[in-house]
């Protein structure tokens, strides 16, 4: 039999989106059946590079360079037994069990690839989330996001332009003035590392001191990290105050002008910067997805097995809603859940593939982590004294904990001995470069 008549009679399984979920479950489900000619594994994306999306703050602060983090799609694939195409998804055929995929283009706009159909026996879609602005005014036109790798970038080279034109100043040096508007975990994450920028940028020679960068965090709920438990609230406000990084709770933003922030009790926060970071939602195309059910903010509903209404088509990570076990809100949109989502599918499908009963997802929570810029880090871990109690770790040891997720997330993609390298040439590159990318 002929190599392509053998690939045609293999069930074909269609990963939709390369993110904390998707590329974990191409890497385990190409390494079991892909590489052993058992299953077609096929991984679609619009970009070409995965980075991983918790890193993206330190991406917008120049502490990440992603030309060296960033997984390039094609070679991983060749290297892990699964297929890779690039495009985005645009329609889903239930019927004929197809996707079509829309034209790739170049940065110029020429052609690269037509609109083009894939099948599948199989539909994972793990597309992820973007920022929700709950239809608040101005802030598409004024607000900076951080839900994209091009997102940090573009919001890295705004603060380097700020840095640089208050520090040139004829005048003498200018005060700056950053918002964030959202107290979650990207919000403080991104404060604390935006701090850090600012002191590594005065060491390397700007004139604009940490004295002169105003930055204040703006959260509607009475605390910040609301959902986390109160002692690490209050660990992560008094670290931030130390960096004079105001934290303004029960605000509420009523709308974003060029130059400032209203809020809803009349208050105006002036600001030269404002980035939005103050929640999430499903991309809007899942909504018209071939009539599958999805909630107010466009998560595809998924039950216990994460099958959507239909039970070829499966979804993973921020764009499911997949119940807590508890009959409550769906699980939160975090890597921790896409991981573990991921890891369930890769035993589960080969299981479906070979017509034996499905067992239902559990979700097990490990507590979670919060980075407060370079050295330290607050979190709890749930995982070491049970879901239901907590046990709170904070400063360098969590911030050594929180690392450590990273180069998880990498053993998963690249097996523990590549991880390991990895490690060694991040330490070795640390020495050699400086700890921040200034152009
Ligand atoms: C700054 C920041 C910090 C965070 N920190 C943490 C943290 O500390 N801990 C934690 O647990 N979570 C954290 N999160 C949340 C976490 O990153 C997400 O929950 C997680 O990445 C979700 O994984 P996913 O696989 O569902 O989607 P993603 O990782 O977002 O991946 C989605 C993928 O789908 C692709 N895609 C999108 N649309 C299409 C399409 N139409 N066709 C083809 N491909 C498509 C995208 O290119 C992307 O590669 C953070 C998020 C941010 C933004």
Redesign the pocket.
Known sequence: MSQLARKEQQPCIVI????????ELATRLGRQLGAGRQARIVL????PT?I??????EVATGALNTGEDEVNYFAHAYRNGYEFEL????TLDRQQRRIR?APVCDEQGEQLAPERDIGYDWLVL????EANDFGTPGVREHCLF???PADAERLRKQLLALTFRASAHPDGVQPVRVSIVGGG??GV??AAEMHHTVCELHHYGARLSPADFSLSIIEGASRILATAPEALSHYATEELQKRNIGVLANSLVQRVSADAIELADGRRVASDLCVW?AGVKA?A?LAALDGLPVNKVNQLAVDTRLQTADSRVLA????AAAPDGEGGRPLA??????HQQARYLARELPRRLRGESSLPFVFKPQG????LGKNKAVGSLAAVVGPKRNYHVEGRSAKLI?VS?YRMHQAAVHGWLLAALLFIGDKLRGVARPTLKLH
């Open positions: 939709v989106g390369g993110g904390a979920g998707g590329l679609v994306d619009g970009s995965h991983w999306k918790p890193l993206l703050h495009g985005y998804m645009q995929l793990a597309v992820g989330a951080l839900n994209t975990a990207t994450e991104l970071a991309p195309w993973i990570g921020d764009c949109a975090t890597a921790q859940v896409a979670m982590m919060v980075s929180y997720l």
